[in-house]
């Protein structure tokens, strides 16, 4: 059977991928949160996953304001790094797991939920910046699974609904008859905003709560609306769904592997942690 090894949430800003084909990464600017990516590297070597589960907010390559559905969930061969013009250079073609994908796809749908499948799907910086930062060579040793929450068309799918897809996604995986390793990552936040009257908000307070929430489970956090999340973390904040999902799909006890927490860079709180599912986490990251 299939087995979740553990979940990885961290940043996606554009950014991390120009500082990463500039060769920044021991700039003062840049340096703590490149620093947080040895541990991580250093779990996958041991650990190595066969499929990673991406839970994150498309930017435009598939979706746009005229048609965005809640949930996305492709189920690819291969998954092609596009140009989406923030001037980041595109990475090699990442290769899909189609067979689990679908038995996400039905799992999900007979738990209630209604994804739009994608069998063509293209991959943005939400998806390219955490693979580079897991494997800088660029060679992919895993497979991925796509799952695209909407973060940008209100009404937007709130903490409780998000928590819901993570557990039914995380039942699906481990009912899936293949003996699989699958890592889990929710792509995006922390707090942000980008825009408006607010432009430039970050809540500390509040990072420091999900961050908590992330180990002891994120259950606490589903008292607030989506609206609370965007007043709490930002507008663009609210991709804390796709972390809140993918702790929810990992039932059970976990160990702390890694935790960095870092402002600001791009007018945003980065952060990455990487928490094991299994007895062999290596020693907290400082």
């Given at each position: 059977m299939a087995?979740?090894?553990?979940?990885?949430?961290?940043?996606?800003?554009?950014?991390?991928?120009?500082?990463?084909?500039?060769?920044?990464?021991?700039?003062?600017?840049?340096?703590?949160?490149?620093?947080?990516?040895?541990?991580?590297?250093?779990?996958?070597?041991?650990?190595?996953?066969?499929?990673i589960v991406f839970f994150y907010n498309d930017h435009g390559l598939n979706f746009f304001l005229d048609k965005?559905?809640?949930?996305?969930?492709?189920?690819?061969?291969?998954?092609?790094?596009?140009?989406?013009g923030w001037g980041i250079p595109t990475i090699p073609s990442i290769k899909g797991n189609p067979k689990l994908s679908w038995h996400i796809i039905n799992g999900v749908v007979e738990d209630g939920f209604d994804p739009v499948m994608c069998q063509e799907m293209a991959v943005d910086h939400a998806i390219t910046n955490p693979m580079l930062l897991m494997y800088p060579d660029a060679h992919w040793p895993a497979a991925i699974v796509p799952?695209?929450?909407?973060?940008?068309?209100?009404?937007l799918p709130g903490p409780k609904r998000c928590y819901g897809l993570g557990r039914a996604v995380?039942?699906?995986?481990?009912?899936?008859p293949e003996d699989l390793k699958v890592l889990l990552v929710g792509s995006g936040g922390l707090s942000h905003q980008l825009d408006g009257a607010r432009a430039g908000f970050i809540n500390k307070a509040f990072d420091a709560e999900c961050l908590e929430a992330m180990v002891s489970g994120v259950e606490p956090l589903l008292k607030y609306s989506s609206l609370d999340?965007?007043?709490?973390?930002?507008?663009?904040?609210?991709?804390?769904?796709?972390?809140?999902?993918?702790?929810?799909?990992?039932?059970?006890?976990?160990?702390?592997?890694?935790?960095?927490?870092?402002?600001?860079?791009?007018?945003?709180?980065?952060?990455?942690?990487l928490?094991?599912?299994?007895?062999?986490?290596?020693?907290?990251a400082a």
């Open positions: 087995r979740i090894i553990g979940t990885l949430s961290t940043s996606h800003i554009p950014a991390i991928g120009n500082a990463i084909a500039k060769k920044q990464q021991n700039e003062p600017y840049w340096k703590p949160f490149f620093e947080a990516w040895p541990p991580v590297r250093e779990w996958l070597a041991h650990e190595r996953p066969d499929v965005m559905p809640t949930f996305a969930i492709g189920a690819c061969a291969e998954y092609v790094s596009e140009d989406e799952i695209a929450i909407n973060s940008i068309q209100h009404p995380g039942k699906a995986i481990e009912s899936y999340v965007v007043e709490k973390a930002g507008a663009q904040g609210v991709e804390l769904m796709c972390w809140i999902a993918a702790r929810a799909a990992m039932q059970g006890d976990v160990t702390e592997v890694a935790r960095t927490y870092h402002i600001p860079i791009s007018n945003t709180a980065s952060a990455v942690q928490l094991s599912h299994t007895r062999t986490a290596i020693a907290k």
